[in-house]
């Protein structure tokens, strides 16, 4: 990591997120597609939040990127997000990094919309796509999942269906009516039809112009900063969690919880404790 | 909480998890009357894990409950679990707390099967329901969350629906395959009509089976150890989070993570720096 940090920093990292069935994986490849006719190098990260046992990666349509498999200039890895310490927000930081370090101009990444995985993206990308499509009652289910407060640029998929317009008019209306700064981005919305490549062209106008808002803003910088100060602060803690938990360590974590589970202590006053005895921090 | 900790401890903690539809607030309240004719104090946890940015309660079911509305001996509290640091895990370890200490036997924790939050709820709860239903196309739902692994008891719901015993020889299967160290407790699976009350004394005598093989084994200890040490933990680093964080100390953080951004430096050799900051903690 601290080789690559001189060479970090330039990939601009896009999420998309979305209810499975919207065409997440075709819309990717279909970047992808227009991404490599400019010229750019494309690095593809496929997050799959939903499976905290299996360490395996479970990217089922990886063959819809069979296209690109033969790119050199693009590079392809899906991930499963283990157990519940830390999820997404910590491998996922790592791998980004590489691929940034690795002269990747443009990072996708790829995740379901379920629970908190999409605002966990949201956190580490510099423009976040929310993924829709006609008839899934996906207008309600965006207000209620909040993805409408991280979506840069909402993409409806499928937009050949009925109700491609209806779904339209029912996100200008809640982007209408969200609170925002003054010369702050207006979200915007595209329509797709990702499997005929329609479309698509517009949706990578719609990131470079999100990018230039977000330098031009400033906001680049301070997302960089924020997303940096989370990342040291999770390896801090898992740091610290380890010294804790480790065997070679004195067991004053063990002790603590037995007392509270004895009712003599409470986890705030053992919390404490555990604090304090970091003053025994070896160097 | 230091004057809760001696009366903490006595209460059983019963996860309920599972998909939309399966009938988990049905199946709540048909439990909630069992242990009532039973004389048992039952507190009820409905926890929501998919509105990170809400603020507010969202049990839309809990018109269900009302006929436990006016039973002094009844307490019914629904939780948004806010954003998504800590999540359902630093308001929930509390709630139960204090319902504990409040003289509950049973908590009934409920929470919708999605993403991590059945992860996060098991690791709270001394037995684990996943409530299933036939023709949701469950079975292979099951395996793919990793319910399997965090389940105590399946109960298959809906029961009197075609598919029921399709479900149940699935499950069987599945948890046939399931590696177990000698001694340890068997999954059971019961089936119900929980709008009718049809299995939920079964439920409830198979809680009860596994709550004695958990203080037999000793089980109990171990889980509710390890219980204290998550929290105590949990609490710990949010405390540090604070500090880090906090206006009034220095602005370690902001500058480490501005190094990282300029490539100057790496997380990891940030995250050591942070660290190291933390001697100069104050009492």
């Known amino acids: 990591m601290a080789g690559l940090a001189p060479y970090a920093g330039n990939a601009h990292v896009v999420g998309l997120t979305g209810s499975p069935g919207v065409g997440k994986s075709t819309s990717t490849a279909a970047l992808v597609s227009a991404l490599r006719e400019q010229g750019k190098r494309v690095g593809v990260l496929a997050v799959d939040p939903s499976s905290p046992f299996s360490g395996g990666a479970l990217l089922g349509d990886r063959v819809r990127m069979q296209d690109h498999a033969l790119d050199r200039s693009v590079y392809i890895r899906s991930m499963a997000s283990r157990g519940h310490l830390g999820g997404l927000s910590w491998a996922t930081p790592q791998a980004l990094r590489v691929l940034d370090a690795a002269g990747c101009d443009v990072i996708l990444v790829e995740t379901v919309g379920v629970g908190q995985s999409e605002v966990e993206i949201a956190a580490m990308a510099d423009t976040t796509i929310v993924l829709l499509a006609p008839g899934m009652g996906?207008?309600?289910?965006?207000?209620?999942?909040?993805?409408?407060?991280?979506?840069?640029?909402?993409?409806?998929?499928?937009?050949?269906?009925?109700?491609?317009?209806?779904?339209?008019?029912?996100?200008?209306?809640?982007?209408?009516?969200?609170?925002?700064?003054?010369?702050?981005?207006?979200?915007?919305?595209?329509?797709?039809?990702?499997?005929?490549?329609?479309?698509?062209?517009?949706?990578?106008?719609?990131?470079?112009?999100?990018?230039?808002?977000?330098?031009?803003?400033?906001?680049?910088?301070?997302?960089?900063?924020?997303?940096?100060?989370?990342?040291?602060?999770?390896?801090?803690?898992?740091?610290?969690?380890?010294?804790?938990?480790?065997?070679?360590?004195?067991?004053?974590?063990?002790?603590?919880?037995?007392?509270?589970?004895?009712?003599?202590?409470?986890?705030?006053?053992?919390?404490?404790?555990?604090?304090?005895?970091?003053?025994?921090?070896?160097?």
């Open 138 to 283: 996906d207008g309600i289910q965006a207000a209620k999942a909040g993805i409408l407060e991280i979506g840069d640029l909402f993409v409806i998929n499928k937009s050949d269906r009925d109700g491609a317009d209806q779904v339209r008019r029912e996100l200008r209306g809640m982007i209408g009516l969200t609170d925002r700064a003054e010369g702050a981005w207006r979200p915007e919305i595209v329509k797709t039809v990702a499997s005929k490549g329609e479309g698509i062209d517009e949706v990578v106008a719609a990131i470079d112009r999100h990018r230039e808002h977000l330098v031009a803003s400033g906001e680049l910088d301070t997302r960089r900063l924020r997303r940096a100060r989370d990342e040291i602060e999770a390896i801090a803690v898992t740091a610290l969690r380890e010294q804790w938990r480790g065997v070679h360590e004195n067991a004053a974590l063990d002790q603590f919880a037995a007392e509270v589970v004895a009712g003599d202590s409470d986890p705030y006053a053992a919390a404490d404790l555990l604090l304090e005895s970091l003053d025994a921090l070896p160097d």
